[in-house]
């Protein structure tokens, strides 16, 4: 499916590049003038971007057509927006410093009242895909949107040159910004005739997210000559492939700021600690395993922390190491099982490694939670 | 010998700790020997047992856990598995199955579970086993109830 899009959308992009740059032009004049005045802008733009808003609504409908798809980008909005608002506070105030700041301030803050259950249902439902997916589906498509933003610097600077020649830094900021509020204004229609309040919420994240990530772009070091020129493409492409990746940044995106916290690690650390602690160490190779008994149910004495992680035989039997060499010397039946231990040598031996990992995997465990 | 009576204690304090929860059984330990253990079963309902409190003898030996304890009957019991004279029972775990992960709770529950599923492929108690193998269940039941109560009921008046 995304292999599918990744063309098209760039055809789309290509034919609509013209447009975007007079409308682009525009922005900037009116941004300079009045924030009034670009608000009014953007109700023409809503009137204009509203065709276009087509082709990205098939996007849209391709994408939802496949199972898990949407969901998976609706849990990781969801489960962004803390992210979002650990940095978005501290760029805005840098860049706008006036009015708009508040407003996005307040955005930033409902969605903070609106976070505490998401985020939570976000860890538990979605913290197993978030871990799970962050290899299969969320690379792809970050690779998908770095390759594109790429894509068009290269093939758009000349263009690029001829026009924005007299631009300087400030203004390439305001363009940012109007890119960001036109691909937001192109989403919420996007979303509005499915349910209009849900998405203007997730809506208001995407805006801040967007806007962080392109403003963050334009801080990038490197930025001044190559995503300087790419930045107009980039924000066409979040018009056009708006639907296709909403998040700001994946786990593994280039242009992902560093101080941002690895959201995809804090979800899934709680969730896998707790399968950790709630078994005391994974043991690998065994079919079922249950909660781990504190006490050893031949002798009924505690089991110590060798014991806890010795496991005998692979039907996940649990006992202590007394026992264990007591009944080797008897009949060396698993008393879970009553199959024969493996004498074998080398399965001893494998089973003693497997040990070993799961005192190492244990020991790491507990150093991450205390620091 | 050291480890099997720490066992049974341990079990001993583990009866004590669930006496409620199993209503059905009654595990008591003699005395002065914590290897000598009597249960008292109730007969499972819808069965010819129901109604009846059947008496066990437990005798644990030195190994136990590694070696299952000896049980019999001490309550006359109609049963294809237990003998009619001695009360010893034909019980897999309590043979060649027995594992030391098993307690002397849940032989009882094991027991109890036999009494409402006869084996009368493997019987102690030819007569009972005959009458199953027959397809004489009503003979069977009849037998059984009657035996139950005589021996494991109350005398009435």
């Known amino acids: 499916m995304i292999s599918d899009s990744i063309p098209s959308a760039s055809v789309a992009m290509a034919a609509s590049n013209p447009k975007d740059f007079a409308k682009k032009k525009r922005a900037n004049r009116s941004a300079k003038l009045k924030q009034c005045k670009l608000d009014a802008r953007r109700e023409q733009w809503l009137s204009q971007v509203k065709n276009k808003g087509v082709c990205s609504k098939e996007e849209v409908n391709r994408e939802g057509s496949t199972p898990g798809g949407p969901m998976l980008h609706l849990k990781n909005e969801r489960g962004r927006p803390i992210e979002k608002l650990e940095i978005q506070p501290r760029s805005e105030e840098e860049i706008y410093g006036d009015g708009s700041s508040t407003h996005h301030y307040s955005d930033s803050e409902s969605s903070l009242s609106n976070s505490p259950t998401s ?162 160490g994974p043991v690998w190779g065994s079919k079922n395993l249950g909660p781990i008994p504190t006490t050893c149910p031949i002798c009924f004495e505690d089991l110590d922390d060798t014991d806890s992680v010795f496991l005998p035989c692979l039907c996940g039997f649990r006992l202590c190491l007394f026992c264990h060499k007591r009944i080797l010397e008897e009949d060396g039946r698993c008393p879970g099982c009553r199959k024969p231990y493996e004498f074998d040598p080398v399965e001893r031996e494998a089973t003693l490694d497997g040990g070993s990992l799961t005192i190492k995997l244990a020991r790491s465990c507990s150093m991450m939670e205390r620091s | 010998m050291q480890a099997s009576r720490a066992r049974l204690f341990k079990e001993y304090k583990e009866v004590q700790r669930e006496k409620v929860a199993d209503p059905d059984i009654q595990l008591v330990c003699d005395d002065s020997n914590i290897f000598k253990w009597t249960a008292l079963i109730k007969g499972p309902s819808e069965t010819p047992f129901e109604g009846g409190v059947f008496q066990l003898a437990f005798s644990v030996p030195e190994q136990y856990p590694l070696q299952p304890p000896q049980v019999r009957f001490l309550t006359k019991i109609f049963h294809p598995n237990v003998h009619f004279k001695t009360g010893e029972i034909c019980l897999d775990i309590l043979k060649n199955a027995w594992s030391p992960a098993w307690t002397l709770q849940s032989v009882c529950r094991a027991i109890i579970a036999l009494m409402a599923h006869p084996e009368p492929d493997s019987p102690l108690n030819c007569d009972s086993g005959n009458l199953l193998r027959a397809g004489d269940v009503r003979g069977y039941q009849s037998m059984a109830r009657m035996y139950t109560r005589l021996a494991a009921m109350p005398k009435k008046g």
């Not at chain 1, 538990?124 to 978030?130: A, E, I, Q, T």
């Not at chain 1, 849900?198 to 490197?222: M, V, W, Y």
């Not at chain 1, 899934?268 to 707790?274: A, D, G, K, M, N």
Request: hydrophobic share 25%; with cysteine; aromatic share 6%.
């Open chain 1, 119 to 280: 985020s939570v249902l976000g860890s538990n439902d979605s913290g197993l895909n978030f871990t799970g997916s962050s290899s299969s589906s969320s690379s792809g498509q970050s690779s998908i949107s770095s390759s594109s933003i790429n894509g068009c610097c290269s093939g758009n600077t000349s263009e690029e040159d001829e026009g924005d020649a007299g631009d300087d830094g400030c203004l390439d900021d305001w363009e940012v910004m109007a890119d960001a509020l036109a691909a937001t204004d192109n989403k919420q229609k996007q979303h509005s005739p499915n349910s209009e309040f849900c998405s203007s919420l997730s809506e208001k994240h995407e805006n801040a997210a967007e806007l962080g990530s392109q403003l963050d772009a334009t801080n990038q070091p490197f930025s001044g000559i190559g995503l300087l020129n790419a930045n107009p493409e980039s924000g066409g492409m979040t018009k056009q492939g708006g639907a296709l990746n909403r998040c700001a940044w994946r786990p593994d995106d280039a242009y992902r700021p560093q101080s941002l916290p690895n959201l995809s690690k804090q979800y899934s650390f709680p969730l896998s600690s707790e399968k950790h602690f709630g078994q005391r």
